[in-house]
């Protein structure tokens, strides 16, 4: 009878070590949380764990009116504010054989295929507006 509850003894003692260990090594992979080096006011923690970097998106705005007297694109890049065959011009578009009214659908036919893409269309105080998106380059 002995040798069961020193069989027993040393199944619990085994056990309790593998726990332990497993625990221990769970808290070694988690992030160690440590005050900032440029510590002013409230605590400010970092973490040595690398965060999750999703996709950077760039946005712009492209307003324009029916009467063709000011459109404006505007991206970080780029601002662009006046008649629309200026802002024609700045997306690099083919050239036009016929000097006329410029469609927004040119504009914003240019603007997808430079990566751009609409996501929002709204009306405005004098015209309407299209937000647009892009993976950041």
């Given at each position: 009878?002995?040798?069961?509850?020193?069989?027993?003894?040393?199944?619990?003692?085994?056990?309790?070590?593998?726990?332990?260990?497993?625990?221990?090594?769970?808290?070694?992979?988690?992030?160690?949380?440590?005050?900032?080096?440029?510590?002013?006011?409230?605590?400010?923690y970092?973490?040595?764990a690398?965060?999750?970097?999703g996709?950077?998106?760039?946005?712009?705005?492209?307003?324009?009116?029916?009467?063709?007297?000011?459109?404006?694109?505007?991206?970080?890049?780029?601002?662009v504010?006046?008649?629309?065959?200026k802002?024609?011009?700045?997306?690099g578009?083919?050239?036009r054989?016929?000097?006329?009214?410029?469609?927004?659908?040119?504009i914003?036919?240019?603007a997808?295929?430079?990566?751009?893409?609409?996501?929002?269309?709204?009306?405005?105080?004098?015209?309407?507006?299209?937000?647009?998106?892009?993976v950041a380059?």
């Amino acid at each position: 009878m002995s040798r069961l509850k020193l069989f027993a003894a040393s199944v619990v003692l085994a056990a309790g070590i593998a726990t332990a260990t497993a625990a221990l090594a769970e808290r070694a992979a988690a992030p160690v949380a440590r005050p900032s080096a440029d510590h002013h006011g409230p605590t400010v923690y970092q973490t040595e764990a690398a965060m999750r970097v999703g996709i950077r998106w760039e946005y712009a705005r492209f307003r324009f009116t029916p009467l063709q007297d000011e459109w404006s694109w505007r991206c970080d890049t780029l601002k662009v504010i006046g008649h629309p065959t200026k802002i024609y011009q700045s997306f690099g578009g083919p050239h036009r054989p016929i000097d006329g009214d410029i469609w927004y659908g040119e504009i914003l036919t240019l603007a997808g295929q430079q990566g751009w893409e609409a996501f929002d269309m709204h009306d405005v105080e004098r015209g309407s507006e299209v937000w647009f998106k892009r993976v950041a380059q």
